[in-house]
T-cell receptor
């Protein structure tokens, strides 16, 4: 039982390049989330998926797209990376939408130069 | 809209001393409150949560928190800290009218010194 896994762990991009961050969970959870963590700002929600087939914007969605590929997988895509997207990205999942515990992956550290 | 304030960005404390990490929230509706811990180079894990009922909530690793509705606070406490408690601690709030999206505070770095 791996919980929530993310790939890659580290990535360096040049401005304008694109990439996809992958996230998978093996807990049969319905809800999945993408956050970014910046120093002094806590975690901010980028996008979330309450259930398979649905996605919604969070607090900071600009510059990102997501795909809920199936119940297990939720990917985050940067179409044209910008230095402002340098951050640590976390994926999380929870059983249902609601005031329930979210389980976090280990994070992806992304640097855009 | 909801918000969470963690006024202390860093709290240094000696090993075996008590500690309190402060969290205040703002919301016009009933809230659900959480404390998460992040150890270096790891993801977040849940310490404890308040959903309803008793205002004193006990969590893992000897931590507890008290929900105070009149003061809109949810401070985290531990009577005696260990070196291994060195980590960043995040307070978070969610409500039914935000589709239960978590709003995080900016975090408090607890630094336990020997």
């Amino acid at each position: 039982n791996a919980g929530v896994t993310q790939t890659p762990k580290f990535q360096v991009l040049k401005t304008g390049q694109s990439m996809t961050l992958q996230c998978a969970q093996d807990m049969n959870h319905n809800s999945m989330y993408w956050y970014r963590q910046d120093p002094g700002m806590g975690l901010r929600l980028i996008y979330y998926s309450a259930s398979e087939g649905t996605t919604d914007k969070g607090e900071v969605p600009n510059g990102y797209n997501v795909s809920r590929l199936n119940k297990r997988e939720f990917s985050l895509r940067l179409e044209s990376a910008a230095p402002s997207q340098t951050s640590v990205y976390f994926c999380a999942s929870s059983g249902e939408p609601g005031p329930y515990e979210q389980y976090f992956g280990p994070g992806t550290r992304l640097t855009v130069t | 809209a909801q918000s969470v304030t963690q006024l202390d960005s860093q709290v240094p404390v000696f090993e075996e001393a008590p500690v309190e990490l402060r969290c205040n929230y703002s919301s016009s509706v009933s809230v659900y409150l959480f404390w998460y811990v992040q150890y270096p180079n790891q993801g977040l894990q849940l310490l404890l949560k308040y959903l309803s009922g008793s205002t004193l909530v006990k969590g893992i690793n000897g931590f507890e928190a008290e929900f105070n509705k009149s003061q809109t606070s949810f401070h985290l406490r531990k009577p005696s800290v260990h070196i291994s408690d060195t980590a960043e601690y995040f307070c978070a709030v969610t409500t039914w009218d935000s589709s239960y999206k978590l709003i995080f505070g900016s975090g408090t770095r607890l630094l336990v010194r020997p």
